[in-house]
């Protein structure tokens, strides 16, 4: 059971937009930074967002990310077949004093 | 560029030791907090432990608190997990991950990741 949850998964047809939630509580999400991961089957995860809604160079700006009270959201636009692959949002716990993952999402491009 | 290499798992019984190693290259190690970011076969992320840059502070996840120890040496830019009393539900795939100095707790890098498996 994760501490943020998540759907276990979304999908979407090529050049559609998917939004996947986080939902948390107000020791994580609602006052600390979301951070978004993609990990491709087989690969180490990737920082996709930082900071709610920052993106590192080289992400495309396809990716963004949203907060508001102890929700998040990442959203795809303009859905690519490289875009499958599981995503995980975490937050530093202010109770458990440590990182806190959501459980994945896999995004299926259909 | 930034590489981070681990090294030192493999298969062991539960109750033994093992030490893990994480080789830091490319940035300025002793800037940056570390974490252990582990990964059981075909589950999710788990966070494990941070240090901070200057070794300081030290934070674990609550199922490892008491036996596993997050230690870094700036002099060599390594970072090390010692692991006792491994448990069967230890095995993952452990990764090292960088967290740049104002980056709100982001894992802006990741090494390949090294495989533990604790089994009788």
């Known amino acids: 059971q994760s501490v943020l949850t998540q759907p276990p998964s979304a999908s979407g047809t090529p050049g559609q937009r998917v939004t996947i939630s986080c939902s948390g509580s107000?020791?994580?999400?609602?006052?600390?930074?979301v951070n978004w991961y993609q990990q491709v089957p087989g690969t180490a995860p990737k920082l996709l967002i930082y900071?709610?809604?920052q993106r590192p160079s080289g992400v495309p700006d396809r990716f963004s990310g949203s907060k508001s009270g102890t929700s998040a959201s990442l959203a795809i636009s303009g859905l690519h077949s490289d875009d499958e692959a599981d995503y995980y949002c975490?937050?530093?716990?202010?109770?458990?004093?440590?990182?806190?993952f959501g459980g994945g999402t896999k995004v299926t491009v259909l | 560029q930034v590489k981070l290499v681990e090294s030192g798992g493999g298969v062991v019984q539960p109750e033994r030791s093992l030490r893990l190693s994480c080789a830091a290259s490319?940035?300025?190690?002793?800037?940056?907090?570390m974490h252990w970011v582990r990964q059981a076969p075909g589950k999710g992320l788990e966070w494990v432990a941070v240090?901070?840059?200057?070794?300081?502070?030290?934070y674990y996840e609550d199922s490892v608190k008491g036996r596993f120890t997050i230690s870094r040496d700036n002099s060599k830019n390594i970072l090390f997990l010692q692991m006792n009393s491994l448990r069967v539900e230890d095995t993952a795939l452990y990764y090292c991950?960088?967290?740049?100095?104002?980056?709100?707790?982001?894992?802006?890098?990741w090494g390949q990741g090294t495989l533990v498996t604790v089994s009788s």
């Open positions: 240090i901070w840059y200057d070794g300081s502070e030290k």
């Open positions: 107000s020791s994580n999400i609602g006052n600390r930074n």
């Open positions: 991950t960088r967290d740049p100095s104002g980056s709100g707790w982001a894992f802006a890098s």
């Open positions: 975490a937050a530093w716990d202010e109770s458990l004093n440590g990182v806190v």
């Open positions: 490319g940035f300025t190690f002793s800037n940056d907090a």
């Open positions: 900071k709610n809604n």
